[in-house]
């Protein structure tokens, strides 16, 4: 878990086809997680000279670690190999989702967790080194660059998809890698 070089935190963009998809995903809301899993199956099925896939975090309160979550995976893209490595630390946060969550959004074993405890869960399960990282000013940058974003394309559940710039209600968490790319059509 050393750290070698920090940065500004990496883009979420994988693929660099002319179709653009846009996931707006919160890392412990479990509709965001099920549409997390399949992302990168459906970059490989469609192609990445097809689709430019990107992921916009986007934090909801009533998910209550939601903030400080967003920024330990940004702070993991602000490492040697940003953008993986973010990508790694959102999907160890589903993985493990009840160990980021409140029960009920209120209540639960979380009731008596700090950040720094967070923080350190999460340095486990992905064998990253997030406190330093965590307290950057670019990081601090891109959590307001990603909830900006959010907010001016009138974002305000997760997950949320944008297909060539707009909103496109037709993706939905529950459907297959197969249904999603029909859509692209």
Not at 90 to 100: T, V
Request: charge should be negative; glycine fraction near 4%; include cysteine.
């Amino acid at each position: 878990m050393s750290i070698t070089k920090i940065t500004k935190p990496a883009d979420l963009i994988w693929g660099h086809g002319p179709r653009e998809v846009t996931f707006f995903l919160e890392p412990t809301c479990p509709f965001s997680v099920r549409a997390s899993r399949k992302l990168m199956p459906f970059l490989k099925h469609v192609g990445e000279d097809v689709l430019t896939l990107q992921v916009v975090l986007h934090s909801q309160p009533w998910h209550l670690f939601s903030g400080v979550l967003m920024r330990c995976i940004l702070a993991a893209a602000a490492l040697p190999a940003g953008r993986d490595e973010a990508w790694q630390t959102l999907r160890a946060i589903g993985d493990h989702r009840e160990e980021f969550e409140f029960f009920h959004h209120c209540e639960g074993a979380n009731m008596q967790t700090t950040p720094d405890e967070l923080i350190a869960r999460l340095e486990v399960y992905t064998r990253l080194a997030l406190a330093k990282p965590f307290h950057l000013a670019s990081v601090t940058d891109a959590m307001k660059a990603h909830t900006r974003y959010a907010r001016e394309n009138s974002i305000h559940v997760s997950p949320t998809v944008m297909l060539d710039g707009k909103v496109d209600d037709r993706f939905q968490s529950g459907q297959s890698i197969e249904e999603w790319a029909t859509l692209l059509r």
